[in-house]
Structures are given as structure tokens and as C-alpha cells.
């Protein structure tokens, strides 16, 4: 198979041993290039994840890798001497020259972790059951980094889920029209302007800073296929100091939808009651203990949020000629953006509930 890049030379950079057998695209993220990789050690196969960090997006990759590191070390170091502890956390394999990251000679900068085998990411919810265990694997991931020792972790993005500056960069972008796009979006516009003020929602409620992972998308947690456990949080790129609620947000976006994030039948995006109650108790059955009442109160509203948020990032970037996430078919990021808000109104219409429901747990 013909790859993007020489994973066969990034490969002899790492402290990997036996023999490089083959190499193929993996995963379904928008951001980076992953790659699974197989070695034959000593007559067994053996995979690895090999990883492009995108530095047109992750502008530090260097402050980036020094996040991950301190998260995974710290990972490490709660799930030490618990059952299966090495496929709870991610390990980076460290480069030949002892860091924990390669850069080649395009300058691409590449890490390597240990392959999770027995567990599988969903890029759909199947089931309330699923909903609950990516939660509780959230929610216990945040409770570990509770006390993550100074200094402050690095801000990979910074801004990253500031959503009155998501606004404005939409209407920047709707300003200069790049790609001459704002005429086969304007539905979409125009729900973008009616609902400006779910913008502010969380930055006003004086919410303590946390770690967080940021991008807790239902498709990185990986599910044991034995168990269907949340065995491991993945894709630490944006893991930085944030809101507990950005975290629970994005996975009322991603966990409560029976559709893929791209689905073009919007008939089918909408948020189920019952995938909310799983990931509120999921999520609540590993954090509660370090959230304070104001972010518990918070939480039905974090989902419609960063919903929002996310269609406006969609919405941007299709105006903007699909500069940013990878695309893969004409106006792929317009039918991002319409799933978004058709899931931002579906939550607003069952609000009361989901109060309700927090209030009693
Ligand atoms: P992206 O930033 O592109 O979303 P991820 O870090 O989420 O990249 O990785 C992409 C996919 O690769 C994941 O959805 C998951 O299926 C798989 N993956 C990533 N890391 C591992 C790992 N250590 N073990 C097994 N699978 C992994
Ligand atoms: C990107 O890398 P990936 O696919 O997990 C994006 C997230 C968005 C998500 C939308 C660094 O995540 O912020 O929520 O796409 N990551 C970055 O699916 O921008
Ligand atoms: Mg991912």
C-alpha cells in the first residue's frame, strides 16, 4: 500500500524490536495521521500506533509532547499494581534518542504508543451501556488529574474552547467568504446568528479551572471487547487547563446521537433521553466527588454548548474552503455543521428533563 509517509524510516527512529512487517492508515480522527503498525518480535505480531502531530494545528509539538508525557506518567502512576493496568493508560515508546517524540526530515514530528489490544473505539453509540462506561472512563480520567502537580499544563490551543472567539471567527469568515460558500449555507448562517447567546453560557458561572481532556469525542475511549468497559481515555493532544463541563459537553455531542457526526439524514440526529441519563450517571458515578454544585448544574447546558461550538467550527471551516478538519466529499463539513445544530435544537427541546434528571442524582 502507498502511504502519505515513510512510516518505515519513522519506525527505525523508535525503540521498537524485531522486524517492521507493514504499515496503514488507522482511525477515522480529523486532525492528525495515525497509523497502525505491525512488527514480527521473535515470531509474534506486535502492533504499535505511530502518530503525525499536525503542527499546522498544534503549532508546539514540543510543549504538546511534554503535556502527554506528564498525563500519561501521572496515569500511570494511579492505575500502578491494579489489574491490567498497562492497557488502562497510554505508553509512549520512547525515540532512540531517548525523547518521546521523532521529527523527521520534513520536520513532522511522530510518536509512538503502545497498541491498547481487545478494545475497540465506536465512531456511533450502540448502546446506554456504552454511553456509561465512555463516561465513567471520562470522568474517572479527570478525577486522576485532580492532582497533577504544578506547573500549569501547557495550552496546545489556546482559546480552544473559548466560544465567543469560535463566533467571532465565523464571522470573519462569513466577512471574506473565501470560497464563495456563504450562498449554499445560509439556513445554517442564520441559525448561527439566532443562537448567539448559548456562546456565553459557561463563562460567566465562575466554573474552576481544571485539567481536562478537551475532545472527548465517544470515538476516544476505547471499549474492552470482552467487558465493554471504558479501559482507556485516548488522543491526549488537547488534554490543557479547562472546564470539567467542556469535557461532559462533548460527549452529550458525540454519545447521545444514534447518527455519525457527518450523517446526512437529519432525521436520525437526535439526543436520546436514555444516552444522557447513562453518560450523567456514568460521568457522575467516577467525578462527583470533585465537581462542585454549580458545575453539577451546569451540566444538561454543557451538551447544547459545545454542540453549538463544534457547528460553528464546522460551519467556519466549510466557509473558509475546508482549511482546518480533513475532509472527505464535497460539503463535508456543511453536513458536519447541520448535524450539529439539528442536535443543538433536539437538546433544547428536552432541557427541563434533563434538569430534572441531574437535580436527582
Ligand atoms: P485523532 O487525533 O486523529 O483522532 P486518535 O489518537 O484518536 O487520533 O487515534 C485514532 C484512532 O486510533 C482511535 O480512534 C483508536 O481507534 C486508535 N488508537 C489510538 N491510540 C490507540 C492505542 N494506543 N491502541 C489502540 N488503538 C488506538
Ligand atoms: C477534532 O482529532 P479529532 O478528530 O479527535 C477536533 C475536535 C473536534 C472534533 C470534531 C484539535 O478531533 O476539537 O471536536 O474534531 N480536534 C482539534 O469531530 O481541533
Ligand atoms: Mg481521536
Known amino acids: 500500500m502507498h502511504l502519505k509517509h515513510d512510516v518505515r524510516a519513522v519506525a527505525r527512529q523508535f525503540e521498537i524490536a524485531g522486524d517492521y512487517l507493514a504499515a496503514a492508515p488507522y482511525g477515522s480522527g480529523h486532525i492528525n495521521d495515525t497509523y497502525c503498525v505491525n512488527f ?44 491490567e493496568a498497562s492497557r488502562r493508560v497510554l505508553t509512549l515508546v520512547p525515540a532512540r534518542d ?17 497498541f491498547i489490544e481487545q478494545a475497540r473505539t465506536f465512531d456511533a453509540v450502540e448502546s446506554a451501556g456504552q454511553a456509561f462506561q465512555a463516561a465513567r472512563a471520562f470522568g474517572q480520567f479527570q478525577q486522576w488529574l485532580a492532582d497533577l502537580p504544578a506547573p ?30 456563504a450562498k449554499l449555507a445560509r439556513p445554517e448562517i442564520e441559525f448561527a446568528l439566532r443562537h448567539r447567546e448559548i456562546c456565553g453560557l459557561l463563562l460567566a458561572a465562575g466554573l474552576p479551572e481544571r485539567v481536562t481532556h478537551n475532545d472527548t469525542k465517544f470515538n476516544n475511549v476505547l471499549l474492552d471487547d470482552a467487558t465493554g468497559q471504558g479501559i482507556c481515555v485516548i488522543d491526549l493532544d488537547t488534554v490543557m487547563p479547562g472546564l470539567a463541563l467542556y469535557d461532559f459537553g462533548d460527549m452529550v455531542r458525540t454519545t447521545t446521537s444514534p447518527a455519525q457526526e457527518d450523517e446526512r439524514d437529519l432525521s436520525r440526529v437526535t439526543m436520546q433521553f436514555p444516552m444522557f441519563e447513562a453518560l450523567a450517571r456514568g460521568y457522575l458515578s467516577a467525578a462527583a466527588d470533585c465537581l ?22 464546522f460551519l467556519t471551516d466549510f466557509l473558509a474552503g475546508d482549511v482546518y478538519f480533513k475532509v472527505h466529499r464535497a460539503g463535508h463539513n456543511l453536513d458536519r455543521c447541520r448535524t450539529q445544530f439539528k442536535l443543538v435544537e433536539s437538546i433544547e427541546r428536552q432541557e427541563p428533563e434533563m434538569n430534572r434528571l441531574v437535580e436527582g442524582i
Open 40 to 83: 514480527d518480535q521473535g515470531g509474534r505480531p506486535v502492533r504499535y500506533i505511530f502518530q503525525r502531530i499536525n503542527h499546522d494545528i498544534f503549532k508546539t509539538p514540543v510543549a504538546l509532547m511534554e503535556n502527554v508525557q506528564r498525563v500519561t506518567a501521572h496515569l500511570a502512576a494511579k492505575v500502578a499494581g491494579q489489574p
Open 292 to 313: 462542585t454544585p454549580a458545575e453539577k448544574k451546569f451540566l444538561p447546558c454543557s451538551g447544547k454548548l459545545i454542540t453549538f461550538e463544534i457547528g460553528l467550527r
Open 152 to 181: 500549569r499544563l501547557h495550552d496546545t490551543i489556546p482559546d480552544f474552547h473559548h466560544t465567543p472567539k469560535r463566533f467571532a471567527a465565523l464571522e470573519t469568515a462569513l466577512a471574506a467568504d473565501a470560497a464563495n460558500r
Open 98 to 114: 531517548g525523547r518521546a517524540w521523532h521529527v523527521d526530515a520534513n520536520g513532522n514530528h511522530w510518536r509512538v504508543y503502545v
